[in-house]
């Protein structure tokens, strides 16, 4: 297989990193104050809508200077819904029976948290499930699988998921241990590989937003 034909790893690199740092101003200069500043349903319209803008659009300026030949699925292809990928459905029933039998188990029933709120269902239930796939699965794991093989290339795009969540611990999230942040990257690293692994064999990126949504809203609908 010629350069041609695939995404360099200095230029994927590049554009992973310059979109961490992008996210870590964005988190700083527009998320921090719009949380001291904003309350209720404003604030949640502005950071879902500051989501939106920036990671679709990241998706959508890697996807254009990437040409057909270096993604393994093309971008048209993966919208589409994969009404017949027998997994998918499997996988989300396994993760809502762990997470609501998790749930119970600790709470000795299931019980809404006393800090979930409606505004909660447009940033964890719709948002970030559909950006963050898009970014992830939808550009980086579909260049790395015609790079190398699809466990090198879903632990690479799992482990770069998980960091992306680092701006936010920094910043918008309340100050947590060091056990906390270990804890909640192997669980991010974990998804990711997950979420990969339903890009891959499905060739759409459904499967893993639906089970990317259902998992946000599950967590802090109950956690």
Not at 6 to 19: D, E, G, N
Not at 51 to 66: E, S
């Amino acid at each position: 297989m010629t350069a041609t034909h695939t995404v360099s790893s200095r230029r994927l690199v590049a554009q992973f990193i310059s979109f961490w740092l992008l996210w870590f101003i964005v988190q700083i200069g527009l998320n921090q104050p719009i949380q001291r500043h904003f309350t209720g349903w404003s604030q949640e319209i502005l950071l879902d809508l500051i989501k939106l803008i920036v990671w679709l659009g990241a998706a959508w300026w890697f996807l254009h200077q990437t040409s057909a030949q270096q993604l393994t699925v093309p971008n048209s292809q993966q919208w589409r819904v994969a009404w017949r990928f027998t997994a998918g459905y499997l996988v989300f029933g396994a993760v809502v029976v762990y997470l609501l039998f998790q749930f119970w188990l600790a709470h000795h029933g299931l019980r809404i948290a006393h800090g979930f709120i409606l505004e909660y269902w447009g940033r964890y239930f719709l948002v970030v499930g559909i950006t963050e796939e898009f970014v992830f699965r939808g550009y980086f794991l579909n260049v790395l699988l015609k790079k190398t093989s699809l466990t090198t290339a879903n632990i690479l795009q799992a482990i770069a998921f998980a960091s992306l969540h680092i701006p936010r611990y920094l910043t918008t999230v309340p100050a947590m241990s060091l056990t906390s942040w270990i804890g909640n990257l192997i669980s991010v690293f974990a998804l990711g590989l997950l979420f990969g692994w339903l890009y891959a064999r499905s060739h759409s990126l459904w499967p893993g937003i639906v089970t990317h949504m259902t998992w946000d809203i599950l967590v802090t609908l109950f956690a």
